[in-house]
């Protein structure tokens, strides 16, 4: 008992570590590309969030740490990951459709701008980021190991916790960003770190240029549909967008269920 406790202390202590390593490495690279805001003079057009500064020290970030860890990116797709592709855009689209008859909001059809594909590549640079971080490095000295599930659990509520300082976050987006890390674990494992950043960066997409909902409370100023809502509660997830709603849990809970009974996924 002792000497479990002790390993399962030394993995919450090497995941922390990791994290504040990955944290400084991020921010040098931040500092590194600042200078290039001179030459960016279109930042202010998609909100801070989605300067060009944050998207390119994300992207040398994620290139960087792949290159030096030596982490695998890509294997060969195959059905179950056309799959889960596919599914991780229409899951969001479906529980927004869900969201709207029960809370009476309306989806409206806006616009189609070029702006959308600067957007999708933001959130592809930032799913990669995160990705990278919570899955890849959190994981990578467990993925062959007894204490995986250990590692999965820490890994998901520290990805959860990144998100503490969103707009509306509380206990529900917890647990479904909780939940959402726990899916996304299981989809690393069983594709790759190309396959779940896609998958992260279309739940992302799925739900704000494309529904123009909220992601993780953060709204986009541009998107293809217009959705909106009365008042915020449970149902529509409020300022937090559908990551904050019920209905959200309880899809998400019933896909993952779904997941760890299925014989053609598992933890290797």
């Not at 909001?105 to 799913?127: G, M, P, T, W």
């Not at 998958?199 to 993780?216: E, K, Y």
């Amino acid at each position: 008992m002792i000497y479990k406790l002790k390993v399962l202390t030394s993995i919450l202590v090497a995941q922390i570590t990791n994290l504040i390593i990955c944290i400084c490495i991020y921010f040098l690279c931040y500092i590194v590309t600042l200078p290039a805001s001179n030459f960016f003079k279109f930042d202010l057009k998609y909100g801070a969030e989605f300067s060009a500064i944050s998207l390119l020290s994300s992207i040398i970030f994620c290139l960087a740490t792949i290159y030096f860890l030596k982490l695998k990116f890509y294997k060969k797709l195959n059905r179950i990951d056309y799959y889960i592709i596919v599914f991780s855009l229409l899951i969001p689209i479906f529980i927004t459709f869900i969201i709207s008859l029960i809370d009476r909001s309306s989806i409206k059809y806006n616009y189609f701008s070029l702006e959308i594909f600067y957007l999708f590549i933001s959130f592809l640079a930032f799913a990669l980021l995160e990705e990278v971080v919570f899955r890849s490095v959190l994981l990578k000295d467990f993925k062959d190991n007894n204490y995986l599930n250990f590692a999965i659990f820490l890994s998901s509520i520290f990805f959860s916790l990144s998100h503490i300082g969103n707009n509306s976050f509380g206990v529900i987006p917890f647990l479904i960003i909780f939940l959402s890390g726990l899916i996304l674990a299981l989809i690393y494992i069983n594709t790759s770190l190309f396959t779940v950043s896609i998958v992260h960066a279309l739940w992302n997409s799925g739900s704000s240029i494309i529904i123009g909902g909220n992601v993780s409370g953060l709204k986009v100023r541009y998107s293809i549909f217009n959705y909106s809502y009365g008042n915020n509660n449970i149902i529509n997830g409020g300022n937090f967008g559908i990551e904050g709603s019920m209905v959200t849990l309880i899809i998400l809970s019933a896909i993952y269920l779904f997941m760890i009974y299925n014989k053609k996924l598992k933890y290797k």
